[in-house]
Structure formats: C-alpha cells, structure tokens
C-alpha cells in the first residue's frame, strides 16, 4: 500500500467516527427584519438580541437589521428601545434559514432607565477567530463606485498592483505574498480558474455582503494550499431582495450591476442570480518617453489608445432550502466573456496598437450541505464546480511597431507581430474542482474538521500561425488534490485553540525545451509527481471581553499552478522546473475595543507577522520587459508589523486608519546560475536587500460623516474620504547601479472623495466619486502607470421586501 492510499484510508476511518466544521457560515442560520413603531416609521438604534445568548445587533438607518452566523436551534427574540415597550418572538433556526421577523414597538406612556445590551456583528466575530484574519462589512459601501479590488486594497497588509485601468491584470500581494500564493474564494468556492472576465476589478461592491482576508494561515474548511493567506469573498444572501446600479464616468466607463433572489418560504424554492457590465475606453493621459527610429526625441503626456475593455458576466443559481434531505441544494451556472485591446507589455517601454486578448467561461455549479445528518453535531458539506474557459492571444500585425504618440513604422522584411513571433494562440482549458467538508461536534468544547479537495485542470492549445508548434503537441495537465484534518478545543468563553495538518498532492505534465541554442535542440514531455505535509496551530485568548489577542504558526506547502508552469501564450512564459514553495509562517496580533462616555468608540489593532519561505515563486520581467517567466528563489525572509486604528462618534463621525511595514529580503546564500558557459552555484551578491518591485511600507486613512434626514424625511448623506500612501521602492535590486541610477517606483500620495445620497429609506440613491483628485502621476508594478484624476456618477435602486 503506498503512501497516499494509506492516508486516504486513515482520514476515511477518522471521517467516520469524528468529523467537524467550525466558522462555516452555510452550517448556521441567519436573522433578519425590520422594526417600526405603532404607526410605521422605522427605528434606528433598536437592540436586537437572541436572549441568553452573545448573538446580537442594531438596527440600522433603514430600520433594518441582520443577525448572521447563528447556530441552529429555538431562540426568543428580543426588541428594545428607549420609551417603547420591549417586544419579544419565539423563533427556530434551521441551516441554512435566513428567518425574517418584524417588529411594530409601541411607545410606552413613561420613562424607563436605558440599558445597554451588547452583541458582536459577524465580521467583528470572524476578527475575533484564532487565525490572523481581517473581515470587511461590504455592506455600508453598496452605494459607492468601488468594486471588490478597491475594497481589499484598503486592509492592511494588501495591496493591489494594476497595470493600468479597468480590465487590466492585477497582482495581489498579502504581507508580500502575491499571484496564487494567496488563493481567492466566492463563497468558499475556489476561483482559480474562472477565467480573466470575472476578477477583483470586474466584481460590483452590490454583490458583496463581506470579504474575509485571512493572512497566513488558512482555515482547513477552505481546503487549498495557499502559501501566504487567503480571500473568501461572501456574496449576499439575502432571501429576497433586488439590487440594480449602474456608473459611469472618466474614460468613457459604464458599469451595470443587476443583484436579487426570491424564496418560496412555503415550498423552500429559491431563485438568485446576478448580472454585470463593464466597460471602458481607458485613454486616461501617461506620461512617457517619445520613440523614433529606436531613438528616444521626446518626453510628453499622452493618451492611452490602444487599451479598451469590456466583460460581462451573469450567474444563476436555483434549488431548494431548508429541506428535510438538504438544507441547501443548489445548482446554478456562470457565464463571462471579455476583450481587451493590450497597450503595453510588461513594462511601458513597449507599446502595442493590434495585440488583443478574449476569453470566454461557462461554469456549471453545485452546492449541498446539510447539518445534523443522521445524528445532531454531524454536518457535511460538498461544493463543485466544471470551468471551461476558452481564450485567444492574438498578435498577427506584422513588421509594423508604434510609439505612444499612436505612430506607427514599417519594418522591411520582417515577418514577426508586435511581441516576437505572430500568433493567434487559442487555449482551451478545463478544470474541475469539488471541495468536501464534514464536521462533529463532540461537546461545545472538542470538534473536528475533514477537508478533501480536489482540482484536475486541463489546457490545449493550437496557434493558428503556426500549427506545428511542438510543444502544443504534448498534455498540459495539473492534478491537485489536499487532505485537511483540524481539532478545535475550547475550555471555556476566552480561549480557542485549533490543530491541524494538510497533506498535498500535485501531478504536472508538460514539455520542455532541452539544449537552447545546440544541434540538439529538442521539446520533450515531463511528468512532476510532488507530496508534501504542511501543520499549525492557532489560538486565541480573551483577556477582557473586547481585548484579545491571538497567535497562529504554519509550515505550509504551495504547489505551482496552471499559469505559472504553462505560461499565458503572451505576456507570461512556461516554465516546467519551477519547485513547489514551502514557508513557516507566524503571526501574533491583538486587538482592543472601548468606549469613552457611550458616544465615542475606539478600535486598537496590531500583529506581527514572520515568513520563512524556500523556493518562493517569483515573476521577473526579461529583457527588454516585453514578457516575464515565474522563477524560484531559494530563500526569502519577510518581517513586518501592522497596525490600525479606528475611532467612531455615535453615526455621524468615522476616522480610521492602517499602516504596514514589511521587510522582505532574499537570504540566499549562494544561487544556481545555468549558461553555456559557466553553470553552477555561485555566490548571491543579493543577500540582505529587499525583495524588487514589492511595496515595503504603505497605509490608508479614511474619514466618513453621516446624516439623518437631510432636505427630506428618511434620506440619507454619506460623505467618505480617502488617503492612501506608498513609500518609495526599487524596481530592481537595490545592489545594482550607481547611487544615482537606481531604477524606483516613487512615492506616491491619492487623495480619493464620494458623496452619496439616499431617499425613501435607501430605496433611491445617488453618489457621486472623484478618484485621484490630485491628479497625481501613481504606478505599480514595472513602473506602469494608472489613470489620472477621474470621475464617476453612480445611480442606485434598492427596494426593500
């Protein structure tokens, strides 16, 4: 028996007596509703609480609240007001139940003393888990222009690098990590391959109910092998509900987003689904070198012209819920597609005026979970999902080439496109992914969890220039499966700790170029088989009832994926020897909350985070930045620390920020260097300096002011500004170059603002953004510039059922 058949036979043994899933949000039920008075207006700041219990919340401007994340069970709902009498509701949850209640409160003929019931929001209880994680409430920012890129790029710890404006690729980087060093989930569904249309930058902020950034170590029901953290964006799950927006502005951009569902409380049938839009010319003004005859005349600002994107996306899904055989049985289906006219390689010294990229995705879905099986604390859980992505790199304009002023220059005799070669490369690829959870809960003080995931992942490619191309001749596969197996032990209210231990899986096959440049030049198929066990351990501990700290440590495996071994056909390079990376990765952090005379509350958090990280996969930019290939660096260090501050008064005033410093240095002793002439290991005049093209040091500030009833009855005014700063950092090795030569990305300041305006209870609403107000010249990765100051308009229909 090999080694994998025994560990599938252990875990199937120890999935049948024991098994658990904690912080699973589709094994609880949620609450919901409205609250008014006798004669039907709302209320706002009513306490909600399931009496007897921690769970519990306010109403919000609009009357509303929501009580997430509820074990199933009976329950007495309570309303409470100042000068109103308390109202109370036996309720029962089952998982997946979203229950809506309303309350009418009648005023009460004298006073009554005030007493103040605290409940913790959801996304204070997900930041108060053991693992380092972050969560955002999406919800207050529905009104604005942003989507899910802009959101993240405001926690601490992240930041998002564009190559330029909508549509463009993005890399997103967690305490240095970047590419799928940190995985990216929808509603615990792996979005590895869903293809370029439906990213960070193409999901509507409507969508979102909260995104949650674990940082480091991942929690074993997400079931990946994330190197450096993940994402797990959660969208709305609302049982009826209708969303419609739609934005436009600078650069000719427009925006649709359309968001509802509809539930059958009788029957348990529910329909939800989304569609979105987006669309832009992106000629915002760069300021760039003038090339002629390879000879740089000028420096000047221009327009983009060559840099149009549009994608669309619609998502379905429909079931039932609330069963006696599933609390949720799902199958839906998402459709995206997208063009792109591509401006710039790598870096802005190469301009394109015919390279364009499309894609198109189907993505048929299935989701189950149902809790209490066949005995109460047994849960199970079971998502899939068949992506067949098929996309096309087109570069076929020969011997011409253009400079940013939109000149274009024969080229006599050459028969190569725009890149190198021409091309009409088109890929088609297909991946299968199925994520299996189950979960026991022993007593309320021991439970286990069981992972299984698995992804096959398929690619053919065929070059219409060229059909002969030997390496399309042999497979492009990845097989990819992880074990996950977690004890979660909780002595009592203030202190949680979790065990737990990932197996991993990868098989590739791929080609190979062997002897570049010899007689014996030749493409040959390569198999990769990789097994490897990664573990942790994450605790945290209440010191008071809102201060805690927490401390979590992982040895984690990350296996290279698709792109990085197969390339993409265009701007990205294969490369079959790149090595699985592996990272011990510690995190200590605490966080403090209180209150100053009721009215002022403050929020305290900072961490510490250490990475030790060997054959990290790193991007490089080749000469003369045109393209790049993923490449192995032997060690790399990372420390750093993180702080943030948040201060509220009452629901008027909102003042927060965040700040990270993180030192990222390669450690190498020696590297592998392989020529003609002189291969072998050789001393790495690198050690000691920072990591290129990686921020250090970077933060965010924000301040937001709120107001009730402004001009009419039930409106509402936002104003939110923005701050963001980026410190310096080399675009190259900081030991190349003379001291005045150096090759930076500069520091950067933006200054961003949004005023929106709601009526009839949020039910219509306008908001208006200024991005970039400064006007200030921001760039990312390999020094590519993003747009300019900007504005955009965005209109808002959001009925309330």
Same mark, same amino acid.
């Given at each position: 028996?090999?080694?994998?058949?025994?560990?599938?036979?252990?875990f199937?043994?120890?999935?049948?007596?024991?098994?658990?899933l904690?912080?699973?949000?589709?094994?609880?039920?949620?609450?919901s509703?409205?609250?008014?008075?006798?004669?039907?207006?709302?209320l706002?700041?009513?306490?909600i609480?399931l009496?007897?219990?921690k769970?519990? $919340?306010?109403?919000?401007?609009?009357?509303h609240?929501?009580?997430?994340d509820?074990?199933?069970?009976?329950?007495?709902?309570?309303?409470?007001f100042?000068?109103?009498?308390?109202?109370?509701?036996?309720?029962r949850?089952?998982?997946?139940?979203?229950?809506?209640?309303?309350?009418?409160l009648?005023?009460?003929?004298?006073?009554?003393?005030?007493?103040?019931?605290i *409940?913790?929001?959801?996304t204070?209880?997900?930041?108060?888990?053991?693992?380092?994680?972050t969560?955002?409430?999406?919800?207050?920012?529905?009104?604005?222009?942003s989507?899910?890129?802009v959101?993240?790029?405001?926690?601490?710890g992240v930041?998002?690098?564009?190559?330029?404006g909508?549509?463009?690729?993005?890399?997103? $980087?967690?305490?240095?990590?970047?590419?799928?060093?940190v995985?990216?989930?929808?509603?615990?569904i792996?979005m590895?391959?869903f !293809?370029?249309?439906?990213?960070?930058?193409?999901?509507?902020?409507?969508?979102?109910?909260?995104?949650?950034?674990?940082?480091g170590?991942v929690?074993?029901?997400?079931?990946?092998?994330?190197?450096?953290?993940?994402?797990?964006?959660i $969208?709305?799950?609302?049982?009826?509900?209708?969303?419609?927006?739609?934005?436009?502005?600078?650069?000719?951009?427009?925006?649709?987003?359309?968001? *509802?569902?509809?539930t059958?409380?009788?029957?348990?049938?529910?329909?939800?689904?989304?569609?979105?839009y987006?669309y832009?010319?992106?000629?915002?003004?760069?300021?760039?070198p003038?090339?002629?005859?390879?000879k740089?005349?000028d420096?000047?600002?221009?327009?983009?012209?060559?840099?149009?994107?549009?994608?669309?996306?619609?998502?379905?899904?429909? !079931?039932?819920?609330?069963?006696?055989?599933?609390?949720?049985?799902?199958?839906?289906?998402?459709?995206?597609?997208d063009?792109?006219?591509?401006?710039?390689?790598?870096?802005?010294n190469?301009?394109?005026g015919?390279?364009?990229?499309?894609?198109?995705?189907i993505?048929?879905?299935?989701?189950?979970?149902?809790?209490?099986?066949?005995?109460?604390?047994?849960?199970?859980?079971?998502?899939?999902?068949?992506?067949?992505?098929?996309?096309?790199?087109?570069?076929?304009?020969?011997?011409?080439?253009?400079?940013?002023l939109?000149?274009?220059?024969h080229i006599?005799?050459?028969?190569?496109?725009?890149?190198?070669?021409?091309?009409?490369?088109?890929f088609?690829?297909?991946?299968?992914?199925?994520?299996?959870?189950s979960?026991?809960?022993?007593?309320?003080?021991?439970?286990?969890v069981?992972n299984?995931?698995?992804?096959f992942?398929?690619?053919?490619?065929?070059?219409?220039?060229?059909?002969?191309?030997?390496?399309?001749?042999?497979?492009?596969?990845?097989?990819?499966?992880?074990?996950?197996?977690?004890?979660k032990?909780?002595?009592?209210?203030?202190?949680?700790?979790?065990?737990?231990?990932?197996?991993?899986?990868?098989k590739?096959?791929?080609?190979?170029?062997f002897?570049?440049?010899?007689?014996?030049?030749?493409?040959?198929?390569v198999?990769?088989?990789?097994?490897?066990?990664g573990?942790?351990?994450?605790?945290s501990?209440?010191?008071?009832?809102?201060l805690?700290?927490?401390?979590?440590?992982?040895?984690?495996?990350?296996m290279?994926?698709?792109n990085?071994?197969?390339g993409?056909?265009?701007?990205t390079?294969?490369?079959?020897?790149?090595?699985?990376?592996?990272?011990?990765?510690?995190?200590?952090?605490?966080?403090?909350?209180?209150?100053?005379?009721?009215?002022?509350?403050?929020?305290?958090?900072?961490?510490f985070?250490?990475?030790?990280?060997?054959?990290?996969?790193?991007?490089?930019?080749s000469?003369p930045?045109?393209?790049?290939?993923?490449?192995?660096?032997?060690?790399?260090?990372?420390? *750093?620390i993180?702080?943030?501050?948040k201060?509220?008064?009452k629901?008027?005033l909102?003042i927060?920020?965040?700040?990270?410093?993180?030192?990222?240095?390669?450690?190498?002793?020696?590297i592998?260097?392989?020529?003609?002439?002189?291969?072998?290991?050789q001393?790495?005049?690198q050690?000691?300096?920072?990591?290129t093209?990686?921020p250090?040091?970077?933060?965010?500030?924000?301040?937001?002011?709120?107001?009730?009833?402004?001009?009419?009855?039930?409106?509402?005014?936002?104003?939110?500004?923005?701050?963001?700063?980026?410190?310096?950092?080399?675009l190259?090795?900081?030991?190349?170059?003379?001291?005045?030569?150096?090759?930076?990305?500069?520091?950067?300041?933006?200054?961003?603002?949004?005023?929106?305006?709601?009526?009839?209870? !949020?039910?219509?609403?306008?908001?208006?953004?200024c991005?970039?107000?400064?006007?200030?010249?921001?760039?990312?990765?390999y020094?590519?510039?993003?747009?300019?100051?900007?504005?955009?308009?965005?209109?808002?229909y959001a009925?309330?059922f």
């Amino acid at each position: 028996m090999n080694l994998y058949s025994k560990i599938v036979l252990a875990f199937s043994f120890f999935l049948c007596s024991v098994q658990t899933l904690w912080g699973q949000s589709n094994n609880n039920a949620a609450v919901s509703g409205e609250v008014k008075t006798s004669s039907g207006e709302v209320l706002t700041g009513v306490t909600i609480v399931l009496k007897n219990t921690k769970f519990g $919340t306010t109403t919000d401007a609009k009357g509303h609240f929501e009580i997430p994340d509820v074990p199933p069970g009976s329950y007495v709902l309570q309303a409470s007001f100042v000068g109103f009498e308390s109202q109370e509701k036996p309720i029962r949850l089952k998982a997946p139940q979203s229950l809506e209640v309303k309350f009418s409160l009648v005023e009460k003929s004298f006073e009554m003393e005030e007493v103040e019931i605290i *409940g913790k929001s959801v996304t204070e209880r997900i930041n108060a888990q053991s693992y380092a994680v972050t969560a955002v409430d999406a919800k207050s920012l529905h009104n604005s222009v942003s989507d899910a890129k802009v959101i993240l790029n405001r926690i601490s710890g992240v930041r998002i690098l564009e190559e330029g404006g909508l549509g463009s690729n993005l890399s997103f $980087t967690l305490n240095g990590f970047s590419g799928d060093q940190v995985k990216f989930f929808m509603d615990g569904i792996p979005m590895d391959n869903f !293809g370029s249309s439906f990213n960070l930058g193409s999901i509507p902020v409507n969508t979102i109910d909260r995104i949650e950034v674990y940082k480091g170590v991942v929690p074993v029901w997400l079931g990946t092998d994330a190197l450096g953290g993940a994402v797990n964006i959660i $969208t709305n799950k609302k049982n009826n509900f209708l969303d419609a927006s739609y934005s436009f502005g600078s650069f000719n951009t427009h925006r649709i987003s359309l968001n *509802g569902a509809y539930t059958d409380s009788k029957s348990g049938f529910t329909f939800r689904g989304n569609a979105n839009y987006n669309y832009s010319d992106n000629n915002f003004k760069v300021w760039v070198p003038i090339v002629r005859e390879r000879k740089t005349v000028d420096t000047a600002e221009v327009e983009r012209f060559h840099d149009r994107y549009k994608s669309g996306t619609l998502k379905f899904e429909t !079931g039932f819920v609330n069963k006696k055989y599933a609390d949720n049985l799902l199958i839906g289906i998402i459709a995206s597609g997208d063009d792109k006219q591509v401006q710039t390689g790598m870096t802005m010294n190469s301009v394109y005026g015919g390279v364009v990229r499309n894609s198109r995705s189907i993505i048929p879905i299935l989701k189950y979970n149902k809790a209490d099986l066949f005995v109460e604390g047994l849960s199970v859980s079971l998502s899939s999902a068949y992506n067949h992505t098929k996309s096309q790199n087109i570069d076929t304009l020969t011997g011409i080439t253009y400079n940013w002023l939109g000149e274009s220059t024969h080229i006599p005799q050459s028969s190569d496109g725009e890149l190198s070669e021409t091309t009409f490369l088109t890929f088609d690829d297909h991946e299968l992914t199925t994520q299996f959870n189950s979960s026991y809960f022993i007593t309320p003080q021991h439970s286990f969890v069981f992972n299984y995931s698995h992804s096959f992942f398929k690619r053919k490619a065929f070059d219409r220039e060229d059909p002969d191309k030997p390496e399309h001749k042999f497979p492009n596969e990845l097989t990819k499966q992880v074990l996950g197996l977690a004890y979660k032990f909780d002595p009592n209210r203030k202190w949680s700790t979790t065990l737990f231990g990932k197996f991993y899986f990868l098989k590739a096959e791929t080609s190979k170029e062997f002897d570049f440049g010899l007689d014996t030049r030749r493409v040959e198929g390569v198999v990769s088989n990789k097994e490897n066990f990664g573990y942790g351990i994450a605790s945290s501990y209440n010191i008071l009832p809102d201060l805690h700290v927490k401390a979590s440590y992982e040895y984690t495996y990350r296996m290279p994926w698709a792109n990085e071994i197969f390339g993409n056909g265009l701007l990205t390079l294969p490369n079959a020897d790149l090595r699985p990376e592996q990272s011990n990765n510690l995190n200590m952090g605490t966080a403090y909350k209180f209150k100053v005379k009721t009215d002022h509350v403050f929020n305290l958090e900072g961490s510490f985070i250490y990475r030790d990280t060997k054959d990290l996969i790193f991007h490089f930019v080749s000469v003369p930045g045109r393209q790049a290939t993923y490449l192995n660096l032997d060690l790399i260090r990372t420390m *750093g620390i993180e702080g943030s501050f948040k201060y509220q008064w009452k629901r008027t005033l909102t003042i927060g920020g965040n700040i990270t410093f993180q030192d990222i240095t390669d450690q190498a002793d020696s590297i592998y260097n392989e020529s003609y002439t002189n291969s072998g290991y050789q001393k790495n005049f690198q050690k000691g300096y920072r990591l290129t093209n990686t921020p250090y040091l970077f933060g965010n500030a924000n301040a937001g002011l709120t107001f009730d009833n402004v001009f009419l009855k039930e409106s509402l005014v936002n104003i939110n500004y923005y701050f963001n700063y980026v410190q310096q950092y080399f675009l190259s090795w900081a030991e190349l170059g003379s001291k005045d030569g150096k090759k930076i990305i500069p520091r950067q300041t933006a200054h961003n603002i949004e005023v929106s305006y709601g009526l009839n209870n !949020g039910k219509y609403n306008i908001a208006l953004e200024c991005r970039n107000i400064m006007d200030a010249r921001l760039y990312d990765k390999y020094m590519l510039q993003k747009p300019g100051r900007a504005f955009y308009v965005k209109l808002r229909y959001a009925p309330n059922f």
